[in-house]
T-cell receptor
Framework: DGGITQSPKYLFRKEGQNVTLSCEQN?????MYWYRQDPGQGLRLIYY???????QKGDIAEGYSVSREKKESFPLTVTSAQKNPTAFYLC????????????FGEGSWLTVV | GNSVTQMEGPVTLSEEAFLTINCTYT??????LFWYVQYPGEGLQLLLK?????DKGSNKGFEATYRKETTSFHLEKGSVQVSDSAVYFC??????????????FGKGTKLSVKP
């Protein structure tokens, strides 16, 4: 089936650790996105990539890093510099035209323990 | 700046009641407008969209019309079901700008439908 696969679904991080969230899509989309969701705040953009080997910071990029080495993959690393990383993380992808839908994965829950 | 404002929740309705969730936007240019739905613990699913003024998006009994004159995209359903209980997000997508087509979201409206 076509779609966006995020893993793991649940992840626990100790203080001072880096963790990486995986996002893979088989929709042949050029653009990929990472959003963070906190209760009552909607979704906020962390990073986005319009093409392989290029990515841009979103509204809340501090403490996060990404790579885009393959069209299908856009992993997100939550570094120890991110002071409040407990949240629900959503990966998404789309073609570039603004009239087209941005599709979302099922999300990953990250909890700091 | 560009933004989306939607009515605060939570909204609680009885089954078969009429639903309206208000959404207004501020944007430069001509955005596309979307409604997404999120069920507990899941990602977002597209509910409907409209890409130009006066377009009506519809799906699963939900409707919304792109009103440029009032900068609105209100979501409506004539008869809600318990299975419609979810969080609903209004969003816009711009054709240009530094965010390069990224979605700008409202804060979401939680709907609970009681049997």
């Amino acid at each position: 089936d076509g779609g966006i696969t995020q893993s793991p679904k649940y992840l626990f991080r100790k203080e001072g650790q880096n963790v990486t969230l995986s996002c893979e899509q088989n929709l042949n989309h050029d653009a990929m996105y990472w959003y963070r969701q906190d209760p009552g705040q909607g979704l906020r953009l962390i990073y986005y990539s319009q093409i392989v080997n290029d990515f841009q910071k979103g509204d809340i990029a501090e403490g996060y890093s990404v790579s885009r080495e393959k069209k299908e993959s856009f992993p997100l690393t939550v570094t120890s510099a991110q002071k409040n990383p407990t949240a629900f993380y959503l990966c998404a992808s789309s073609t570039g035209d603004h009239r087209n839908t941005i599709y979302f994965g099922e999300g990953s829950w990250l909890t700091v323990v | 700046g560009n933004s989306v404002t939607q009515m605060e929740g939570p909204v609680t309705l009885s089954e078969e009641a009429f639903l309206t969730i208000n959404c207004t936007y501020t944007a430069t240019g001509y955005p596309s407008l979307f409604w997404y739905v999120q069920y507990p613990g899941e990602g977002l699913q597209l509910l409907l969209k409209a890409t130009k003024a006066d377009d009506k998006g519809s799906n699963k009994g939900f409707e919304a019309t792109y009103r440029k004159e009032t900068t609105s995209f209100h979501l409506e359903k004539g008869s809600v079901q318990v299975s419609d209980s979810a969080v609903y997000f209004c969003a816009l997508r711009l054709p240009y700008g530094g965010s390069q087509g990224n979605l700008i979201f409202g804060k979401g409206t939680k709907l609970s439908v009681k049997p």
